[in-house]
């Protein structure tokens, strides 16, 4: 029998252990990833096709308003939403183009 | 857990801010060998996250880059990040450090720093290096220019859905990292511990922190620099651009009821120079200074200070005691003014940035025999002839460690501290280049 099953037993082993040790921290951080998600969806949903200032997605999703903002500003950092132009003391903005693509009907999304 | 491996260096340095570095490299000039144990995982201190810097207006980050990138490729200098001190003794002519090497999770060696795994990550998490005003991945890089250029993983948020090991094309991701303890010896060490912001979540006056649009002047240096969390000056209640901004000083310094009499030194100077770049960037803001005296002590500062009254940066004179929130994401300042109308006053600013006093970045505690001043910054026992000597023979210190001070001013005790270090290993029958 080759090594390679057997590392990959007690690394499975292994991991099981680490997950019991962090159980507490990773049920907390997965409630807050889906609720993230959710917030994540509704702000690109409500940008698809429309170029938006972040008062405009919160008041379309509900979400609150500085929220928002930190969504947008995390989101424009991965590249996922552009600026756009500006609307008086607000800026808007827009899907980046793989985002956008992504939220065509049809896509895998 | 056992200690693991002994190192040995010529000297130590605590700390891989400005001072540090600087110190470490003109110990390493001299043919030392040095070692930097830096707690954060990147070296570059508070510098390496300011926008630009008093009085010069240079980007900061352009300038620090370079003394930490020479530190990083210096063959002498050997860079300990994401390392805490235990504890740090002297045995005989030896200084002897115990250091806890913190799992990063991700395998230093093997990392190239291409972010494939941050950008798979589906965990965000309030970003401390942009002032919480972004988020940042449960694995991450801690920022752009950052020293090493390695990602590590945030346990606490970690879900260990494995998508970053998947994607790494060098097999780095290793969950089963675990502490590591270590020793280090050296003849000498300068202690270059710097400074923390004091923290608002208890300054009732201030809002502790629940008030969106009052903001830290280090959260200010984020809104100011090129990398920020928004790229631009927005307030963080709703993304608008700022109408009036206002700045009050001395939040925390120089006031006993809040534990820190001492002025924090560098305050008035880098909000005048924050309300200088924001008048570049919303030319048509209202910037007002709420202060008690304006201290420009430095070369060339008075000049700056005047330079920002003529641009039009408003000094009003007065002790700010509230803050609440206002309509609309506004916030509502009471302050007692000391201008000839006097009295209460009562105003509204979009956006107001505190300029919170400075603490020691760390405080040696039991963990090693050196005493601090009153102020509970390493105590220097000739502050007028030898400012980098503390109690402990062949332990020096450099910069904030010592008390708050600008940039300048750090650089140049940690030459200072250097040359003693020096001094004191040639001393000792090391050798110095020659
Ligand atoms: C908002 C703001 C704006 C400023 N703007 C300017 C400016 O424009 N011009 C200017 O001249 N000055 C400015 N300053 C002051 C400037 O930041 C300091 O002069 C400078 O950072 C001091 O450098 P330092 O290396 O002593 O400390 P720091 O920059 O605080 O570096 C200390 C390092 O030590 C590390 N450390 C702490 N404890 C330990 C430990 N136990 N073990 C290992 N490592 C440890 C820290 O993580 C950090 O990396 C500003 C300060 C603030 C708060």
Same mark, same amino acid.
């Given at each position: 029998m080759s090594d390679a099953p057997i590392e990959a037993e007690s690394r499975k082993a292994a991991l099981k252990k680490l997950i019991a040790a962090r159980r507490p921290q990773m049920i907390a951080a997965t409630a807050r990833m889906k609720e993230q998600r959710r917030a994540l969806k509704a702000i690109k949903e409500h940008l698809a096709g429309a170029e938006l200032t972040v008062p405009e997605i919160a008041a379309a999703t509900g979400l609150p308003v500085s929220e928002v903002l930190w969504y947008v500003a995390t989101l424009k950092k991965y590249g996922e939403i552009l600026e756009g132009t500006k609307a008086g003391a607000y800026f808007r903005y827009r899907l980046g183009q793989v985002v956008a693509a992504e939220a065509e009907p049809g896509s895998d999304e | 857990m056992g200690v693991q491996q002994n190192l040995k260096f010529d000297a130590l340095v605590l700390g891989g801010g400005i001072a540090g570095l600087e110190a470490a490299l003109n110990l390493a000039e001299q043919d030392f060998s040095v070692a930097v144990v830096e707690? !954060?995982?990147? /070296?570059?201190?508070k510098m390496i996250r300011l926008s630009k810097v008093f009085p010069t207006l240079d980007c900061s980050s352009c300038i620090t880059t370079p003394k930490m990138a020479a530190a990083a490729h210096h063959p002498k200098v050997t860079l300990l990040t994401y390392c805490e001190l235990q504890s740090l003794e002297r045995r005989g002519d030896e200084l002897v450090a115990l250091i806890t090497q913190k799992p990063r999770y991700v395998d230093l060696e093997k990392c190239i720093g291409c972010r494939q795994c941050e950008y798979q990550c589906p965990v965000l998490v309030p970003d401390a290096e942009q002032g919480g005003l972004a988020a940042r991945k449960a694995i991450y890089i801690p920022f752009s220019n950052a020293i090493p250029q390695k990602a590590l993983i945030d346990p606490e948020n970690c879900i260990l859905c494995g998508r970053c090991e998947k994607v790494c094309p060098t097999q780095a &991701? !290793? +969950? +089963?990292q675990k502490v590591e303890d270590f020793t280090l010896t050296a003849a000498t060490a300068v202690i270059a511990t710097g400074f923390e912001m004091m923290p608002l979540e208890d300054k009732v006056q201030y809002g502790q922190g629940q008030i969106? !649009? &009052? /903001?830290?002047a280090l959260q200010m240096e984020r809104l100011l620099a090129p990398h920020g969390p928004y790229n631009r000056v927005l307030r963080p209640y709703d993304g608008k651009e700022p109408d009036s901004v206002a700045f009050i000083q001395c939040a925390g310094s120089r006031d006993q009821s809040m534990g820190v009499p001492y002025c924090s030194r560098v305050c008035c100077m880098y909000a005048i120079k924050q309300a200088m770049l924001l008048s570049g960037s919303l030319p048509l803001a209202d910037l007002t200074v709420y202060y008690? !005296? /304006?201290?420009? +002590?430095?070369?060339g500062y008075e000049q700056f200070f005047q330079n920002a009254q003529a641009m039009g940066v408003n000094f009003v004179k007065g002790k700010v005691a509230y803050v609440e929130p206002g309509e609309g994401g506004a916030v509502r300042l009471r302050y007692e003014s000391q201008e000839a109308e006097g009295g209460v006053q009562v105003v509204e600013h979009d956006l107001v940035v505190l300029s919170l006093g400075l603490l020691p970045g760390w405080t040696p505690g039991a963990s090693c025999a050196l005493s601090t001043g009153a102020d509970n910054f390493i105590k220097t026992v000739k502050p007028k002839l030898a400012p980098a000597l503390t109690e402990l023979s062949g332990v020096f210190v450099a910069g904030a460690a010592s008390g708050p001070k600008d940039i300048v001013d750090s650089i140049v005790e940690a030459g200072a501290a250097a040359m003693e270090a020096c001094r004191y290993l040639a001393a000792r029958g090391f050798k110095a280049a020659g």
């Amino acid at each position: 029998m080759s090594d390679a099953p057997i590392e990959a037993e007690s690394r499975k082993a292994a991991l099981k252990k680490l997950i019991a040790a962090r159980r507490p921290q990773m049920i907390a951080a997965t409630a807050r990833m889906k609720e993230q998600r959710r917030a994540l969806k509704a702000i690109k949903e409500h940008l698809a096709g429309a170029e938006l200032t972040v008062p405009e997605i919160a008041a379309a999703t509900g979400l609150p308003v500085s929220e928002v903002l930190w969504y947008v500003a995390t989101l424009k950092k991965y590249g996922e939403i552009l600026e756009g132009t500006k609307a008086g003391a607000y800026f808007r903005y827009r899907l980046g183009q793989v985002v956008a693509a992504e939220a065509e009907p049809g896509s895998d999304e | 857990m056992g200690v693991q491996q002994n190192l040995k260096f010529d000297a130590l340095v605590l700390g891989g801010g400005i001072a540090g570095l600087e110190a470490a490299l003109n110990l390493a000039e001299q043919d030392f060998s040095v070692a930097v144990v830096e707690k !954060d995982a990147s /070296i570059g201190g508070k510098m390496i996250r300011l926008s630009k810097v008093f009085p010069t207006l240079d980007c900061s980050s352009c300038i620090t880059t370079p003394k930490m990138a020479a530190a990083a490729h210096h063959p002498k200098v050997t860079l300990l990040t994401y390392c805490e001190l235990q504890s740090l003794e002297r045995r005989g002519d030896e200084l002897v450090a115990l250091i806890t090497q913190k799992p990063r999770y991700v395998d230093l060696e093997k990392c190239i720093g291409c972010r494939q795994c941050e950008y798979q990550c589906p965990v965000l998490v309030p970003d401390a290096e942009q002032g919480g005003l972004a988020a940042r991945k449960a694995i991450y890089i801690p920022f752009s220019n950052a020293i090493p250029q390695k990602a590590l993983i945030d346990p606490e948020n970690c879900i260990l859905c494995g998508r970053c090991e998947k994607v790494c094309p060098t097999q780095a &991701v !290793d +969950f +089963f990292q675990k502490v590591e303890d270590f020793t280090l010896t050296a003849a000498t060490a300068v202690i270059a511990t710097g400074f923390e912001m004091m923290p608002l979540e208890d300054k009732v006056q201030y809002g502790q922190g629940q008030i969106p !649009d &009052v /903001i830290t002047a280090l959260q200010m240096e984020r809104l100011l620099a090129p990398h920020g969390p928004y790229n631009r000056v927005l307030r963080p209640y709703d993304g608008k651009e700022p109408d009036s901004v206002a700045f009050i000083q001395c939040a925390g310094s120089r006031d006993q009821s809040m534990g820190v009499p001492y002025c924090s030194r560098v305050c008035c100077m880098y909000a005048i120079k924050q309300a200088m770049l924001l008048s570049g960037s919303l030319p048509l803001a209202d910037l007002t200074v709420y202060y008690l !005296d /304006i201290r420009a +002590f430095g070369k060339g500062y008075e000049q700056f200070f005047q330079n920002a009254q003529a641009m039009g940066v408003n000094f009003v004179k007065g002790k700010v005691a509230y803050v609440e929130p206002g309509e609309g994401g506004a916030v509502r300042l009471r302050y007692e003014s000391q201008e000839a109308e006097g009295g209460v006053q009562v105003v509204e600013h979009d956006l107001v940035v505190l300029s919170l006093g400075l603490l020691p970045g760390w405080t040696p505690g039991a963990s090693c025999a050196l005493s601090t001043g009153a102020d509970n910054f390493i105590k220097t026992v000739k502050p007028k002839l030898a400012p980098a000597l503390t109690e402990l023979s062949g332990v020096f210190v450099a910069g904030a460690a010592s008390g708050p001070k600008d940039i300048v001013d750090s650089i140049v005790e940690a030459g200072a501290a250097a040359m003693e270090a020096c001094r004191y290993l040639a001393a000792r029958g090391f050798k110095a280049a020659g």
